[in-house]
Structures are given as C-alpha cells and as structure tokens.
C-alpha cells in the first residue's frame, strides 16, 4: 500500500498492511537534525511558522525527507492566515491583528491575544467573517503535488475557536446571557467553516482535520448540554457537509474526554486524535467504539519520549499494538499532541522506525 492508501484505509476501519503512523506537526529543528541539515537560528515559533508561513524549497524538501525517512503516512497542514502590524507593545513587541479581527502581542516564542474581534454584546451580529480565498493555500498544494501523503489540512470547529472570537469569560456569559445571538454567530461560523472545506476538498485534498480543544484535565470546559448546543451540533454539519462530498474527517481534540466521548463519536467522524495518556484510557475507547471511530495517538510526551529510553519506547508501542491493533483496523500510531524540541531526536527515530516492524 501507498502511504495515502494506508491512511485512508486505516481512518475507515479496513485493515491494513502494517501499523500506519503520523505526527499532527515536527518541529522544524528535529526535522533539520534527523536529515542532518544545518537550520539557521533556532527555529522559532515552528508551530507559528508552519501555520502561517509559506514553506521555502528547502524546507519543503527537508520535511519530505524526514517524513518518508520515518515512515509517516499522512501531513496535516493549514490555510495560510494573513496578518498586519497595528502597533507596538508596551513590551517593544509587535502587536499585529490576524485574518479574523484578533490582536496580538508577538515574541519569537509566542503570541498572546490582547484584544478581542468581538468585546461586547452588540457587536455579535456585526461581526463579518474573512473571505475564503484571503487565505493562503500555497502550502497545501505543495504536498498534493508531492503526492506521497494523506493531505489533510485543519479547520477549526466549536468551542476552541469560537471563544477566542470573544475571550472565554464572555464567550460563556453569552451563551447564557445571548443564546439567540450565540446561535446565529454559531451558524455564520459553520457556513464559513463548510465554504473553507469545500475549497480545500475541490483543491483535491483527502480528507479533512477538524480541531476543538474544548477540554482540560478534567473533563469540558462548558457543561455537556452546552457542548452539545453550541459545539457538537454544529460540529456535524460541517462532518456531514465533508462525507457529502465523499471525503473522510479526523478530529484533534486535547484534553480529558471521558465526559464528552459518546458526544464526540456521535457527530460522525471518522477518527478522533490526541488522546493523551494520563487523561483518556485508549484501550477502553478501543473496546467500546472500535467499530466506530479510528483511534490516533496516545504516545506520551510529557515523560516517555522527552525522557524514556529507546527500549521502554519501543516496549509501549509493543503493548499499544497487542492491544489496539490485534484486528489490524482502528489505530494509528501518533504523540498524543505533536513532536517538539523536547523530545531527542533518537527517540523520534526510535518510535518510528520501531513501529515498521508490525507488519500484517
């Protein structure tokens, strides 16, 4: 099988000619080590850059490299958003406003939000969201064009976009206080998420990576009966908008989803990402919506690979094996977030070249 092939086959629930593996992102700086290729700098703000910045020839070649040399399957990438320096901090920093209204302070490490698009109740119905073709695609069709990979780009959905429209204290007081204005802002963001999937699926991509990041440790950040109102019902008309058009959905959602799961598995998608560890127990999901949903990642980053050794690495991708891929349907080997600066590049390798011995 095709990389793409088996990706694809993997989200829906066929078997698979070996245990398929992705990254949702590589840090520019581990890709650099691994092709053993010198990176000016120290790399920056990678997750800013790979969102927002057209990749260089270099790069470019760099991340195929690395991506074919570690055996992944997929590339998850973003619509390009546009910004424009407003002013300057307090601080010396940049304070630019992104494509949706946004303005933020920037460092080279990060950016801190300082001004809402929407900072009152009146304002919900005026807001006016960006056009779809203001977005940069330049990225994404790079990789259609490599043809190895999975193409699939991310949009945003519910909870984990909509609040930072208003900042999470009255994103929640609206919701009470607003429900009428909530909704039709709610239904104006999916429209809007639904034209963003119909571009990128009549560009020729092969599926699409929904993100809603609506829960911590423990458990959602609003109550269910929200969620479900404001989030997941509006969640499945993008997922239905998408499978309509014959193209499968992955979701990458952090956090603890006990409380939210059957929510989330209702809305139809094709595959649920992240599941981190400490938080979610994969191998009860596995169990109980195996015929369901495929499952991708779970792989440790807050100890086991910034800091376990190449044996303990390749003993847990052992077990995740016996247990999530005795079908060989369903899973798909991943970090529970993305692989970053901390984590040696030995144990990058290690992860994934030890996942291309299950082989079925």
Known sequence: MTHKERFLRAITLK???????????????????????ELPGDGGNALSRWMNEPMSAENFERHVQARKFLGFDHVQLFPMETSEQVGVSAHGNPLVRDIWGCVMEKTDKTSVIVKMPIESADEIDAYRFPDVDDFGFGNIRLWLDEGSFFVAPQIETGYFKANQFFGIEDYV?????????????????????????????????????????HAYNKGPFMSSAFMQEFDFDYMKQIVDYIHGRGKPVILHSCGNLSLTIDQIVATGIDALHAIQPSLNDIYAFKRKYGKKICLIGNMDIQYLLPHGSPIEIADKI???????????????????????LDVPVENVITMHLAAQKYVC
């Not at 078997?15 to 290729?37: C, F, S, W, Y």
């Not at 204005?181 to 034209?195: A, G, L, S, V």
């Open 15 to 37: 078997k698979v000619d070996r245990l398929p593996h992705t990254e949702q992102m590589i840090h520019d700086l581990l890709v650099a080590k691994i092709v053993r290729q």
């Open 173 to 213: 007081t609206y919701l009470y206080d607003e429900p009428g204005k909530m909704h039709r802002f709610m239904r104006r963001f999916t429209d809007f998420q639904i034209r963003m999937a119909q571009k990128l699926i009549d560009m020729g991509v092969d599926g699409i990576w929904l993100s809603d990041d």
């Open 318 to 340: 052992e077990e995740m094996v016996e247990k999530l891929f005795y079908d060989q349907t369903g899973f798909v080997l991943s970090t529970c977030n993305l692989l970053d």
